[in-house]
């Protein structure tokens, strides 16, 4: 399926890119000469103003609003590339949740697992051969398990490791089409909301992190996501940003 638009750029849909390393991750494949489909769930205005920042430096953007955790919305965006574009050539799954205050019991796996699978599921068939999924995470979620993650961070790593064991098990779903699985994992980023949170409930548990070294930036990591969607490597290859601690436990 020839899925680029008129003027053969590939069409690249980023959830939650209105802010942060969505965002980031956005400008750079768009100034790489790729159309970005700007996801986001309530801030348009935001993801409107990224659009016609990456317009003004001569880029393509389009922005589309949907809560991938609602079924209904993720099949009506995915409807909405593929009227638009004919298809999609990349899919980079970076929306996440479960850590605000007013997440219901159970949002964690809802947003993080069930959204994701059903995400790639719907997205599949419109998918062009030859194309990429990549599942941005973080180190406390790949290595769940495998080292102490802070309390209030446990139902999101639980979840997003839950996810990416999923997307996983759809290697062989996904090969059949020619669509490969790229994971990028990071430690935690420098001056993320995220990590503001954390370091306000959970101070101990982020200055530890800062003893093993500078946290990578935001741009950093979104260099590496966007270059996920290129990089040659077998289907699942995991690229790993930040944290050698944890880099020495992959080695194990
Ligand atoms: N921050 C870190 O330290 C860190 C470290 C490693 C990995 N990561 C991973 O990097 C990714 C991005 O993190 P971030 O810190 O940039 O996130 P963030 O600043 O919290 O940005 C969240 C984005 O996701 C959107 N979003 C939230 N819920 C959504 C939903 N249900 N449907 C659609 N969009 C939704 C938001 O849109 P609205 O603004 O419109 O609500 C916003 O654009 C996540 O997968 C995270 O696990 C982060």
Redesign the pocket.
Known sequence: MGTTDNTGRRIVLI?????????ETARILAEGGDHVVI??????K??DDLAGRIAAAGGCASVAG????EPGAARTLIDRVVAEFGGLDVLV?????GLERDAAPGYAMA?NRD?QRRLVRTALPFMRSGGRVVF????Q?HFHGRKPVPADYEP?AAS?RAGEDELRAMIPELGTRGVDLRVV?????DG????RLLERRNPDAVSARKEHGELPT?AE?AAAVAAATRCVAESGHTVYVGGPDYLALSAT
Do not use: C, P, Q
């Open positions: 959830t939650g890119a209105s802010r942060g390393i969505g965002a996801n986001y769930r309530e801030k348009r935001r993801a949907a809560d991938i955790a799954l970076n929306a996440s949740g947003i959204a941005v995470t973080s180190h979620a999101i997003k994992s990071g430690d935690m980023i993320t909301i995220i990590v935001v990591f």
